[in-house]
């Protein structure tokens, strides 16, 4: 029962500053392109979803929850785990980085910055990917948080809030895509018992995402957003553990099908601040586009 069906990475730029603003998975994300890890998101994608105790059984009677954020941001991540993310690196960046997250208690977004991390602690990464019913909610200063994606999915209202005068935003659906209710309201609600605005969050977040949508398309006639959407529509979800998919998915990105380079160079860059967002499951691409920019 997909609760979150797609997380989100939005960052903005120019010649001077960046920030980078990671949804969802897509907080983790971020982090490995900060750290200038090429490569690292992919392998999560499809070598470390093989584990049990990444997703599972195994992980629901270990830790409670199906999705293993301790495995996966904890084991996996830390200094001499498997696959550790470069925390010096991702601190030394001098690009700005938030992550969204959703307040179990009120119901609200907020972002937080990297000064709530630290080596070893990315608890700020497993609340923003923290899906309710799923997963329960990761604390911060004592706060229940869940999953970002609840509450602010596409944040480009946010960006505006940070003075971008210019957009650009890559859309994992295809431009007619209309998210409809949360079904299983009764289990949700069962889940979710003890925080009542999250329930709420979720029976209108078909209603809030489509809003955010339609705010895109509409900063995109207005001249503010450069807007990149799928070509076609993409049927690999959340709790989607088949690296075959996950790899053609990566694959159906990179061939310029979603995004390519060319198309990217023709953005004006004399932009004041531009805005991209990426799919937290597309961030692979997005690292390889935008490492390859970099390196050229």
């Not at 990444?54 to 954020?69: A, H, I, Q, V």
Request: with cysteine; charged share 20%; glycine share 8%.
């Amino acid at each position: 029962m997909p609760i979150m069906q797609a997380s989100w990475t939005l960052f903005w730029m120019n010649p001077l500053h960046l920030i980078c603003i990671g949804v969802s998975g897509g907080s983790g994300n971020l982090a490995s392109y900060l750290a200038g890890q090429k490569g690292r998101n992919l392998r999560f994608f499809t070598e470390h979803i093989h584990s049990p105790d990444y997703f599972g059984f195994k992980s629901l009677f270990k830790t409670g929850d199906l999705f293993g954020l301790q495995y996966i941001y904890g084991e996996l991540a830390r200094a001499g785990g498997k696959d550790p993310l470069d925390f010096p690196a991702f601190m030394r960046n001098p690009t700005e980085y938030e992550a969204v997250v959703t307040n179990a208690l009120t119901g609200k977004p907020e972002y937080f910055g990297r000064d709530m991390m630290k080596q070893d602690d990315y608890r700020l990464i497993m609340a923003s990917s923290a899906i309710p019913v799923a997963c329960h909610p990761v604390k911060i200063n004592g706060i229940p948080y869940y999953d970002g994606g609840l509450t602010d999915a596409i944040p480009v209202r946010r960006a505006l809030e940070q003075e971008c005068d210019k957009l650009v935003v890559i859309l994992s659906k295809n431009r007619t895509y209309v998210r409809k209710p949360q079904n299983m309201r009764n289990v949700y609600r069962w889940a979710c018992r003890q925080y009542p605005h999250v329930v709420k969050a979720i029976d209108r977040r078909h209603i809030v995402y489509n809003a955010n949508m339609k705010d895109v398309f509409s900063l995109e006639q207005a001249g503010i957003a450069f807007v990149f959407a799928a070509s076609e529509p993409i049927h690999v979800g959340t709790y989607s553990m088949k690296e075959e998919a996950e790899q053609h998915l990566y694959q159906f990105r990179i061939t310029g099908l979603f995004f390519t380079k060319r198309k990217a160079q023709k953005l004006s860059f004399g932009l004041t601040k531009r805005l991209v967002r990426f799919s937290a499951c597309f961030l692979c691409l997005g690292e390889q586009v935008a490492m390859d920019h970099n390196n050229s």
